[in-house]
């Protein structure tokens, strides 16, 4: 079985041309398109079977993309959340790290729905930020403390299944 190509939205069947994100399995490929997380968009006769050879999202994918770790399991640490956002302030997008040139840097992870309020540790309730915003955000969602997120913090494990066998998660699902 041929492999099928998955293409981000704004694919153009007529000259071919769109953003190949990666390739997966005919038989993940028909589990995309009954969860409607991508459409055919090429279609071949396989085997007296018609399958599709090329898909296209229904969601743009955007930003930019981690290494992640394949078919494993992403494993939950505060230290992964840093990696999922690529060391970046999800309020500021300063550069943080564990080492900064000044405090206000400092990698923290910030609970966006407090945990004073009942907010969980989890991969969509966390996101990196910087030490300065942290302390300034508080015991307050990003609403009340004025402070939108510039990311989306988004399961990896559940990226990757809907992305199939990929290698590298999408930073930002949308803005
Ligand atoms: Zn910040």
């Known amino acids: ?3 099928v190509k998955v293409y981000n939205l704004g ?3 007529e000259t071919g041309i769109g953003e190949l994100l990666h390739t997966t399995s005919v038989r993940h490929c028909f589990g995309m398109i009954r969860r409607e997380v991508a459409n055919p968009v090429e279609l ?6 018609i399958i599709p050879t090329a898909l296209e999202l229904t969601r743009e994918l955007s930003g930019a993309w981690v290494e992640g770790a394949g078919q494993r399991s992403i494993g939950f640490s505060y230290r992964a959340v840093h990696e999922r956002d690529r060391w970046t302030c999800a309020y500021c997008s300063r550069r943080v790290s564990k080492t900064p ?4 840097l400092l990698a923290t992870v910030d609970h966006i729905l407090p945990v004073s309020r009942g907010g969980p540790s989890s991969w969509t309730n966390l996101v990196c930020a910087c030490k300065e915003c942290n ?7 990003p609403i009340e ?3 939108p997120l510039l ?3 988004y399961d990896p494990a559940l990226a990757q299944r809907l992305l199939g066998g990929v290698r590298r998660f ?3 699902l949308s803005r």
């Open 1 to 3: 079985m041929p492999q």
């Open 151 to 153: 990311v989306r913090a």
């Open 101 to 104: 040139s000044c405090e206000g």
């Open 135 to 141: 302390n300034r955000k508080a015991d307050r969602t």
């Open 11 to 13: 694919y153009d069947p």
């Open 145 to 147: 403390a004025g402070m």
């Open 44 to 49: 071949a006769i396989v085997q007296d079977r």
């Open 170 to 172: 999408p930073l930002l």
